[in-house]
Nanobody, 122 residues
């Protein structure tokens, strides 16, 4: 069993930055793909970013490419999402997730955090 806990969400102005972190317990995540998803009010959960176990491959949704950066620290069992140039449309609950094989489909992820709210004011 893997327990994921997100932190770092909050309220920020348009153009501001936030850094989300996700800490894992219960199992080492060094062999897992880690990802961030988000759900805005009234919308489906959508892919934001993913990183392979080695950190060599990262992927981003077109809407966040060039603004968000995903990273991981296998020694600390954490994954981070640096979010810059935030826009009001980035407002959502952000979730970290883990699975053993690479995917950008939320339905294929086995473990999820409880989510952290990010609100970007205009």
């Amino acid at each position: 069993q893997v327990l994921l806990t997100e932190s770092g969400g909050g309220l920020v102005q348009h153009g501001g930055s936030l850094r989300l972190s996700c800490a894992a317990s219960g199992r080492r995540l060094s062999s897992y793909t880690l990802a961030w998803f988000r759900r805005a009010p009234g919308k489906e959960r959508e892919f934001v970013s993913a990183i392979t176990w080695s950190g060599e491959t990262t992927d981003y949704a077109d809407s966040v490419k060039g603004r968000f950066t995903i990273s991981r620290d296998n020694a600390k069992n954490t994954v981070n999402l640096q979010m810059n140039s935030l826009k009001p449309e980035d407002t959502a609950v952000y979730y970290c997730a883990a699975r053993t094989y690479y995917s950008i489909r939320p339905s294929e992820y086995d473990y999820w955090g409880q989510g952290t709210q990010v609100t970007v004011s205009s």
